[in-house]
């Protein structure tokens, strides 16, 4: 079973600023939350990592509270191609241990 | 360096026929992950292997379905007899094991069963 949960999907416009939240009350004190972007007929490709406070790319910001029971992604001033599938996992990604993906939020933007 | 690479792309069987699905990792990537993923839902865990050795096998299907990582060579993701529901991209990624985070996924193996 994933160890995550996030909205089925979102709606937003071109320009906008998107947050979506992941809820992983029983995340591991080792654990990562890791969040990946899916566009259609491909693979899934890392977006951002954190562990806590905030962590910022190129590409989104990710912020984790301090009891790290949930994190949310923020993609500032999304476009049209940013309408993907996003999905969040926590875990870490070692030896023995299986990376579960849940369903994912489904971003649809709009012009 | 090149990325995870899986072939055949699409693959079409007839019900009862066995599909082959290749992964080749990253360069220097020794472990390997097989997820499926039907049309509209998420991707499914389904094995987790290093060279030569299955470390988790616990979302396969414990008939038709297995998978090997040879010392050598890609893995590979065998279906024997495949049934109208084996009908899913399957997709491969792989890590360097040091506990990054990152997977780097393949662009998947379509298979259709007709």
């Known amino acids: 079973l994933a160890k995550t949960t996030q909205p089925i999907s979102m709606d937003s416009y071109e320009g906008q600023e998107v947050n979506i939240t992941c809820s992983h009350n029983?995340?591991?004190?080792?654990?990562?939350i890791t969040w990946y972007q899916q566009f259609p007929s491909q693979g899934p490709r890392f977006i951002i990592q954190g562990y806590k406070t905030k962590v910022t790319n190129e590409v989104a910001s990710l912020f984790i509270p301090a009891d790290r029971k949930s994190s949310t992604l923020s993609l500032p001033r999304v476009s049209l191609s940013d309408t993907a599938v996003y999905y969040c996992l926590s875990g870490l990604e070692q030896a023995g241990t299986a990376l579960i993906f849940g369903k994912g939020t489904t971003l649809s933007v709009s012009s | 360096n090149a990325g995870v690479m899986q072939n055949p792309r699409h693959l079409v069987r007839r019900r009862g026929q066995e599909a082959r699905l290749r992964c080749s990792p990253m360069?220097?990537?020794?472990?390997v992950y097989w997820y499926r993923q039907l049309p509209e839902e998420g991707l499914k865990f389904m094995v987790y292997l290093q060279k030569e050795n299955i470390i988790d096998e616990s979302g396969m299907p414990k008939e038709r379905f297995s998978a090997e990582f040879p010392k050598e060579g890609p893995s590979i993701l065998r279906i024997q007899q495949v049934v109208r529901g084996d009908s899913a991209a399957y997709f491969c990624?792989?890590?360097?094991?040091?506990?990054?985070?990152?997977?780097?996924f393949g662009e998947g193996s379509r298979l259709t069963v007709l």
């Open positions: 360069k220097g990537h020794s472990h």
């Open positions: 990624a792989s890590s360097l094991g040091t506990g990054t985070g990152e997977l780097f």
């Open positions: 029983n995340i591991a004190t080792n654990d990562y």
